[in-house]
């Protein structure tokens, strides 16, 4: 199991950051939990920390980008693609400005604040925005890149990170590519694409599946936009079945983005949907809620088993 991703978001903000001048982040008073404070303490000149203000901390950061500086802004996912989405929509993705838009305690991984912390409808809301790229972190290693790349590519992002640890899938020299997903594992009868915490869950899934004698191949779509269009019709050409696996609505998100691709390009391939079934979850264990919402390994292998009997 790897460090939470919010452990080392902060410390790779505050690595890169020291190496590049034109670093800001800013906080809607959540910053301890954010970790963007690691950042603000070793950088008080530039860490602006805006009070619970998300639609004015938006704004500042397009201000700034205007400038040349390159902003982070950083609260729980559910307020910035809500309270901060008219900035983000009016100015980030209409002008092209250069904002990084860090959406913490994605999914139900804030855990015991309930239905109004949890994030079910982020990945949809921003790739909807014309110009922004969105990513959703897997494991550690994923996430200190995603903080280098998010700081050397000119262009407004949204980046989802979970509150917690999730299993370690990649090693330190792992490359990454925007727009390219990552097979993690080859298989020749059924595909899950998953992102974020999915990722871990999808590989024991496979390994489960693996010992009933049902190859999976496992791919990690990083980067929901732009997708891998690519990867998912040869996916779907070589298998026939894809099971798509994420902790956020299953309207709009991965599965969605996935079904486009299925069906503008014409492949013939069933597809299962692993995500809350339009619903809001409520406030328990992590662990527990990921089990009783159908997020769990035996929930990815029994949609796996579903997809192949339909083909």
Not at 37 to 61: S, Y
Request: charged share 20%.
């Amino acid at each position: 199991m790897s460090r939470s991703l919010r452990d080392v978001y902060g410390d790779s903000l505050l690595k890169y950051g020291k190496e590049n001048k034109n670093v800001f982040a800013l906080d809607a008073d959540v910053s301890g939990s954010t970790k963007s404070a690691v950042f603000g303490k070793e950088c008080p000149d530039r860490f602006l920390n805006v009070g619970i203000a998300e639609a004015n901390m938006v704004g500042m950061a397009a201000g700034l980008a205007t400038t040349g500086k390159i902003p982070f802004v950083n609260t729980f996912a559910v307020f910035l693609t809500s309270i901060g989405l008219i900035g983000a929509r009016s100015l980030s993705s209409y002008s092209k400005l250069n904002v990084k838009y860090m959406g913490a305690y994605g999914g139900v991984s804030d855990a015991f604040d309930g239905p109004s912390h949890h994030s079910l409808e982020d990945i949809a809301i921003m790739r909807t925005l014309p110009n922004f790229q969105v990513f959703v972190a897997s494991d550690e290693y994923q996430t200190d890149w995603l903080v280098k790349n998010a700081i050397d590519v000119n262009a407004p992002m949204y980046i989802r990170l979970s509150r917690d640890a999730t299993k370690t899938v990649y090693t330190p020299d792992t490359k990454f590519e925007t727009g390219k997903g990552k097979v993690i594992r080859d298989g020749k009868d059924a595909t899950i694409i998953a992102c974020g915490v999915m990722v871990g869950q999808a590989v024991e899934a496979a390994e489960v599946l693996a010992k009933k004698g049902i190859n999976v191949r496992v791919v990690d779509m990083f980067c929901i936009k732009p997708i891998d269009r690519e990867l998912i019709l040869e996916s779907a050409a070589k298998t026939g079945a894809i099971v798509t696996a994420e902790e956020h609505s299953i309207i709009g998100g991965l599965g969605g983005a996935v079904a486009e691709v299925l069906t503008s390009g014409g492949a013939k391939a069933v597809q299962e949907f692993i995500g809350l079934q339009d619903q809001h979850a409520e406030c328990g264990p992590y662990n527990a809620l990921l089990q009783k919402y159908g997020l769990d390994v035996s929930s990815i292998a029994a949609a796996v088993e579903k997809a192949i009997s339909k083909k």
